[in-house]
């Protein structure tokens, strides 16, 4: 039995080198300018074949375990190493049953096996990295699904996601593309805090790009985004189904996507059910909850206010909640009022809860990692330009009105 030789030393302690030793006049002839620094001390795999463990035990010394292998996971599963490689590396393409993919993950699980992310990238030229670059969708609470969607799917298909914020300072976006770049990400995730245009860097211009609650002039750059005509439809459909003809509609006042797709949805709402669409029933303001009290009183102060509000947002609702409770309304007896975000904090917060439709943020976020990784592995993919449906929440904020 053969033991590395013993270095005496106090722990985290470097060691001096010592001509007079001669391990020591070995490593400065091989590496002279290299300091000599010692390693624990280790037991061979040889005195393992040989049955001594036990023995290195008692002398104190770690025993090296050798890394599971793939081909110990297929030996433990009962597969073939290519199978393991399908299931842990999640090929899309591979056609493994349920159950074998199951019995893969378990004996990886058992084994502690994980693959080598570093030799797959090599193997694929790739870093298994993608990066969301976005303005402020790190700092706000209002899209944090996003997020949460981009990771869980990325984590799902094998990839990590890295995260950039802005903060809407184009000084900053460019200083974080070259770092993004320098990680050398495999693609990138473009996203905005909230569904409006946007004009890309060019300096991502070689880059796979997705975008995400935005679109571009740039046809050739896919994207996915709330379909806002059919959510602002939608949320007076629910109304109009609940009785109400006089509805009122306050909304944001800038420009954006999101104003006018919910405009038009409002407004073709109205006419498909034969009630005329009046500008006196619509104010804007800017989104947040002071803008949807001012509209608010606005509306329902006038000489033949709506019995109904459809809200931009869950913020304008509230500054809608607040108009009420000081002109004594009770909702949704006397006002019914609905919105569009499913901010929870918000919606469920208020009293009653507010009726809302919800934002796809987390069903967005996972899109658009599926998409970006599809497009990795398939550079013929046709270009897509996604709108995902905004479900209805109900809760408590809609009823039948008691006028007309």
Known sequence: MVLSPEVEQAPNQRSRLRPQSPINRDVMRRHPLTPYWPRRQTFCQSDLANGCVDHAKELGRSVATPRPTIQDVALQAGVSPTTVSHVLNRVSSARVNEATRRRVEEAAALLGYTPNGLARGLRRQRSQTLALLSDRIATTPFAGGIILGAQE?????????????TGEDPDVEEREIRTLLQHQVDGVIYATWYHRRVSTPA???RTPLVLLDCTSDDAALPSVVPDEYNAGRVATQELIRHG???IGFVTNIDQVPATLGRLHGHRDALNAADIPFTGDLVAADISETS??????L?????SNPPTAIFAYNDRMAMGVYRAARELNLDIPKDLSVISIDNQEIIAEGLHPGLTTLQLPHYQMGAWAVRHLVERLEHH?????HLELSCPIVHRASVATPARQ
Do not use: N
């Open 291 to 296: 803008g949807g009290y001012r509209t608010a």
């Open 380 to 384: 013929d993919l046709p270009i897509q």
């Open 153 to 165: 799917k990325a984590a799902e298909l094998g990839f990590v996601l890295m995260l950039y914020s």
């Open 244 to 246: 109400h003809r006089r």
């Open 298 to 302: 606005q509306l329902l102060t006038g």
């Open 203 to 205: 300096s991502l211009a």
